[in-house]
């Protein structure tokens, strides 16, 4: 508290009036970073690309913001499931807010992807989604831990593949079949 304080020029009376204590601010800053880094991307990315690049281009932004922090801090949210919550349980319910939230936009993403044909129907839509959350963390883990833009484009690369595993030939046949109806 004390660093903050003194890199805010503030008095620390300032910071206890705002939030209250420091368990309370360290909350406060969670949940802004859960909003501002997670919930922008993920609205922006539904809501302009189609669900298969919705996907892509999700992990292709963390890894680009992965690579740019040249400290190697990483993700403030991954890092406080794995550091913070032991010691600071009150913040858990924000930690599952986020994985709740990154579930389920992968999930929407899978499903509409499997609907339009564009990812494969060859594993449920909710297997699929947890299969890219769990990826999702092990980029990050590894962003800090070993960050190197190969090695983390490497981990997202087969998963990616397998979304494609089938959709294209599924896609091309009934294609065919919708032409060849048509022709009737």
């Known amino acids: 508290m004390r660093d903050l304080i003194d890199r805010m020029g503030i008095t620390g009376a300032s910071v206890y009036n705002a939030f209250g204590d420091k368990r309370a601010l360290y909350r406060r800053a969670l949940a802004h970073y ?34 740019s922090d040249s400290l190697h801090r990483g993700c403030m949210m ?8 032991p ?9 599952d807010d986020f994985l ?3 579930e389920g936009f992968f999930h929407r993403c899978v499903h509409a992807g499997q609907s339009d044909g564009s990812i494969t129907r060859s594993q449920p839509a909710e297997d699929l989604g947890r299969l890219l959350l769990g990826i999702l963390l ?4 590894l962003a800090r ?15 990616l593949a397998l979304l494609d595993a ?8 009934q294609v065919h079949q919708s032409f060849t109806e048509s022709q009737r």
């Open 100 to 102: 709740t939230r990154a």
């Open 34 to 67: 859960l909003e501002r880094s997670f919930g922008e991307r993920v609205t922006r990315l539904e809501t302009t690309l189609p669900p298969r690049q919705a996907i892509e281009m999700f992990f292709t932004e963390i890894i680009d913001r992965s690579m």
């Open 166 to 173: 089938g959709a294209l030939s599924r896609s091309s046949a």
């Open 138 to 141: 092990g980029v990050r883990v």
């Open 78 to 85: 991954v890092n406080s499931a794995l550091e913070a919550v």
């Open 87 to 95: 010691s600071a349980p009150e913040a858990q319910d924000i930690i």
């Open 145 to 159: 831990a070993k960050p190197q833009r190969q090695l983390l484009e490497s981990v997202v690369r087969p998963v």
